[in-house]
């Protein structure tokens, strides 16, 4: 069992556009999905989703957005860098991973600190940082036609569209929900642990993630490809990690995605330590909070009880159904 920690529900943000095919354009477009006051359906998103989202510019050009968790939680001070610039310079980057022009990153840095630069071997000026992973497939970083995100109270998932298929998918924050209540060695001083897990910057998320035991949610060893990693707790150690188990639909009869009161039910992915690449088996972590796998699905649907949306769907095919997954809607 794991340790309880508070549920995280999401807020779907608005669909933004790029504006240009450039990684500031990208960029721009992630933070104005982010930062706007009102959700997809244009209600005001609440206060306890409220992070602080600040675009990071350098003679206007932005090349990189700190998301922060709502204060009133209590956390440990997390910071969601997103980042890239064309030239690069010389950010500390996570391995396999390494730095390369018009690339959008992703890190996190816990334990305080200011803004510093994105680049700068600590991009926050106190604290322990994560390095950056290849947030998503390289060509969507000039090609992406819809940066679709969606935000928790303590996490951000992105869902960068090309086409139909073409995506790159990247989830940062308080990401795994730890087995006990152990502040020394199973999980940071406020219960979490953080960090991040990519689809990378090789390829676009794969058609068949649910089955495939070194797609996303897992972790591939080599360079660009997908990958997740969490702060070994009170250290500046990542470990990299990933779901131990892959998706079987059963024969994929509708009771098999319900309970017998008719509540729909998505599959906890239970993390472990990466000991060879997609492999999980190392020590357990904790389970994946708040994404839930859910069989094929269409993306950009949702299941609502009246008007009040229950989850939103995000999948590999936004015109057909696709492996999916389901993200527990603010009620």
């Not at 816990?110 to 290849?134: C, E, F, H, I």
């Not at 209540?181 to 219960?191: I, K, M, Q, S, V």
Request: proline share 4%; glycine share 10%.
């Amino acid at each position: 069992m794991a340790f309880p920690v508070p549920p995280l529900t999401f807020v779907r943000c608005a669909d933004v556009s790029p504006a240009a095919a450039t990684i500031a354009g990208f960029l721009d477009a992630i933070y104005t999905a982010l930062s706007a006051v009102n959700d997809y359906r244009g209600t005001a998103k609440p206060a306890s989703h409220a992070w602080t989202f600040t675009q990071r510019q350098v003679s206007a050009v932005t090349n990189a957005i700190t998301c922060e968790a709502p204060a009133a939680l209590g956390l440990i001070s997390p910071v969601v860098i997103i980042a890239g610039k064309a030239t690069v310079g010389t950010p500390t980057m996570l391995a396999p991973d390494t730095a390369f022009n018009s690339i959008c990153n992703i890190g996190i840095n816990k334990n305080g600190g200011v803004y510093n630069s994105w680049d700068a071997a600590l991009p926050m000026t106190s604290g322990q940082w994560s390095g950056y992973y290849r947030a998503v497939y390289s060509a969507l970083n000039v090609t992406a036609t819809i940066v679709r995100c969606f935000v928790s109270q303590e996490t951000i998932f992105i869902q960068c569209i090309g086409s139909a298929t073409v995506q790159g998918w990247m989830y940062a924050g308080g990401i795994l929900q730890p087995y006990t209540n152990d502040t020394a060695l199973a999980c940071e001083t406020d219960g979490r642990i953080y960090g991040m897990t990519v689809s990378g910057g090789t390829s676009s998320v794969s058609a068949t993630w649910l089955s495939a035991a070194s797609a996303m949610f897992s972790h591939q060893t080599s360079a660009s490809t997908n990958h997740s990693a969490v702060f070994q707790p009170n250290t500046a150690t990542m470990y990299a990690c990933g779901t131990r188990t892959i998706y079987s639909t059963g024969g994929g009869t509708i009771p098999e995605t319900q309970d017998s009161s008719g509540a729909y039910i998505g599959d906890i992915m239970d993390f472990g330590r990466n000991i060879t690449s997609g492999q999980n088996a190392g020590t357990r972590l904790g389970t994946l909070r708040g994404v839930y796998r859910a069989g094929n699905i269409q993306s950009g649907r949702y299941l609502r009880s009246g008007a009040t949306d229950l989850y939103h769907y995000v999948s590999v095919d936004t015109s057909n159904v696709g492996n999916g997954l389901m993200l527990p809607a603010v009620a």
